[in-house]
């Protein structure tokens, strides 16, 4: 069975608040200007498991391509799968799943719980929207699911 991890960005892989937004980034100046600082940490905890596959349900799939998102995770490119579906962030991770020819372990990697009805949290790896992927407990849940067999 495979695995797949939806990524969100925002208070995911720097922090997201009123007076953190972003604005449209090239794809490679998420490197540049720092918007992506706990990058580094996220690529050094998926090194390892280069099977699992990175879908983005992020709001930032309205403006940028698979080929953007590609970019912007060099590091692990060629697991960059996806993108889901616009519409709302659960919404389109069960689209993206329906549309999948065999079920997969999945994990969602986001900021914003109230996104999410009861079918999807027990998927859900939340983050704090200030702390993102760098807060430990983050890492040892994603961790855990990582290093379990898929279900």
């Known amino acids: 069975m495979r695995k797949v991890l939806f990524l969100d960005l925002d208070g995911v ?10 604005g449209l980034l090239g794809p ?3 490197h540049r200007t720092g918007v992506f600082c706990w990058y580094d940490e996220f690529i050094e905890l998926m090194k390892p498991f280069p099977s699992v ?4 349900h992020s709001s930032w799939r309205d403006a940028y391509s698979l080929a953007d998102f590609q970019d912007m995770f060099s590091a692990l490119s060629q697991s960059v799968v996806g993108v ?18 065999e079920s997969v372990d999945f994990r969602i990697l986001d900021d914003q719980a ?8 027990p ?3 939340k983050c704090d929207r200030l702390r993102g992927v760098s807060a430990k407990s983050v890492q040892r849940q994603l961790l855990a699911w990582l290093n379990a067999p898929a279900t």
């Open 13 to 22: 892989f720097h922090p997201f608040g009123p007076e953190k937004g972003t």
């Open 53 to 56: 596959e990175l879908v983005i």
């Open 123 to 125: 998927n859900l790896i």
């Open 28 to 30: 490679r100046a998420v």
């Open 114 to 121: 109230k996104e999410f009805s009861v079918d999807l949290k």
């Open 84 to 101: 889901t579906p616009r519409g709302k962030r659960a919404d389109s991770i069960r689209a993206w799943l329906a549309a999948q020819p």
